[in-house]
């Protein structure tokens, strides 16, 4: 079965095949993900040469196959996020944007609910949001697709909504004071991490205000993401360890900055 359609898709990936011949993974919203077989992009006259690239997203006139390869045939309103495309920091924030949607969904599964979150988090990211927020809502939003689905609202044990917060893992969420004796692996999670993680939780992505979260919070909020990510969801992307390697060596310029006498 194949059928000619045109389909709203962002570009998840992109790689050599042959000597002019390219395959493109694309998240559809109608489709779900599917692999595509391009011909002769990197021939100088290719039409779908821009189409395909890296933080694209478009109307691709496609032959949608249910099985093995689909092809592209054509595409029109062809949208860029340039500033990923520009900027080696945001493109390192995208690019895990994409590698988690990709992780989180099997082939071929309609989901358009994460298609347009996908959607609005490049457009916050290329619009100048701060892509170390949008990473971590992006984190939040997307761990029920990895089965982890911690309850954000209010203590596990007695369903309060209000006090300090820890997050636990065996209890699969939040414990509030009166009951952190349940269990001593909590989190100890920084208060102030816990209130952004529980507003990220149920952020409406379209009508994202200015969030503003100091230096120091990013910096618990990404200890606290880090280990829900390792203990509940078990997967390390690649462009999530270069993240972690910008973020050394920010520490390593900073250092340098604070204490130059080290370096004479
Ligand atoms: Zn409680």
Same mark, same amino acid.
């Given at each position: ?8 898709? $962002?570009? !998840? ?9 390219? %395959? ?21 006259? #290719?039409? *779908? ?17 249910? #099985?093995?390869?689909?092809? !592209? ?24 944007? *994409? ?16 298609? &347009? ?15 170390? $927020?949008?990473?971590? $809502? ?13 309850? !954000?609202?209010?203590c596990?044990?007695?369903?309060t909504?209000?006090g300090t917060f820890d ?6 969420? %939040?414990l509030c004071q009166k009951h952190w004796h !349940?269990?001593? &692996?909590?989190?100890?999670? #920084?208060p ?15 009508? *994202? ?14 200890? %606290?993401?880090?280990? $829900? ?7 390390? *992307? ?27």
């Amino acid at each position: 079965m194949s059928q000619l359609e045109e389909v709203e898709g $962002i570009i !998840l990936s992109v790689r050599n095949h042959r000597e002019n011949d390219r %395959l493109v993974k694309i998240f559809t919203n109608r489709f779900g993900k599917r692999m595509f077989f391009v011909k002769g992009t990197r021939k100088p006259n #290719s039409k *779908l040469k821009a189409a395909i690239l890296p933080f694209t997203k478009a109307n691709y006139i496609a032959d949608i196959r249910d #099985s093995g390869l689909c092809f !592209l045939r054509d595409a029109k309103e062809v949208v860029h996020y340039s500033a990923m495309q520009k900027d080696i920091f945001l493109n390192a924030y995208a690019t895990y944007v *994409l590698g988690l949607a990709d992780a989180a969904l099997e082939d071929a599964i309609v989901d358009s609910a994460l298609f &347009h979150k996908i959607e609005m988090t490049l457009i916050d990211i290329d619009e100048g949001y701060d892509p170390e $927020i949008m990473v971590n $809502i992006f984190e939040v939003q997307i761990l029920p697709y990895f089965g982890v689905a911690p309850e !954000l609202r209010g203590c596990v044990s007695c369903g309060t909504t209000e006090g300090t917060f820890d997050y636990s893992s065996s209890y699969g969420g %939040l414990l509030c004071q009166k009951h952190w004796h !349940l269990d001593e &692996h909590r989190y100890h999670a #920084s208060p102030r991490a816990i209130h952004f993680l529980r507003i990220f939780s149920r952020l409406n992505l379209d009508q *994202l205000g200015e969030i503003k979260v100091k230096e120091e919070t990013k910096k618990e909020l990404r200890v %606290l993401l880090d280990m $829900i990510y390792e203990e509940s969801v078990g997967i390390k *992307l690649k462009s999530k360890s270069f993240i972690d390697q910008m973020y050394t060596w920010g520490d390593m310029l900073l250092q340098r900055q604070e204490k130059p006498t080290d370096f004479q």
